[in-house]
């Protein structure tokens, strides 16, 4: 009598504890660092205008950008990681050459030339 095993995998399990779906403490570093560079521009922006209304967007432009970037999708990447990879592809080797080698002496055999 043969007996069926069936498997189960659940759908749905985080290998870490996450704040919200697909925002963990790795994204929450990310972020934090985004919105420190978001911060920066706005203070540079500040000291150039001097104008509150532009400062406060750019701010909250960088917080909210930089959470929405990171944070995971169903595939389990967000966009840095999808540019991370991106740079990662273009920076790998693109072109392979190569040389034939004539491994089982056909050329010889067929050149063609009646020789």
């Known amino acids: 009598m043969e007996q069926e095993i069936s ?3 659940p759908t749905g399990v985080r290998a870490e ?20 560079a978001g911060g920066i521009i706005a203070a540079l922006l500040w000291l150039a205008t001097e104008n ?4 406060v967007v750019t701010v909250l432009s960088g917080i909210f ?3 929405m970037m990171c944070t995971r999708d169903q595939n389990n990447q ?28 056909y050329r010889e055999k067929n050149r063609g030339d009646g020789a």
């Open 78 to 105: 967000s966009v840095v990681d999808q540019v991370g990879n991106l740079l990662r592809f273009c920076r790998s080797q693109q072109i392979y050459p190569y040389r034939m080698l004539d491994e089982w002496g």
């Open 7 to 9: 498997l189960y995998i």
């Open 52 to 55: 509150v209304a532009p400062t």
């Open 65 to 67: 950008g930089s959470v």
């Open 17 to 36: 504890k996450e704040l919200f779906h697909g925002f963990g403490r790795r994204e929450l570093t990310q972020s934090v660092a985004g919105s420190l």
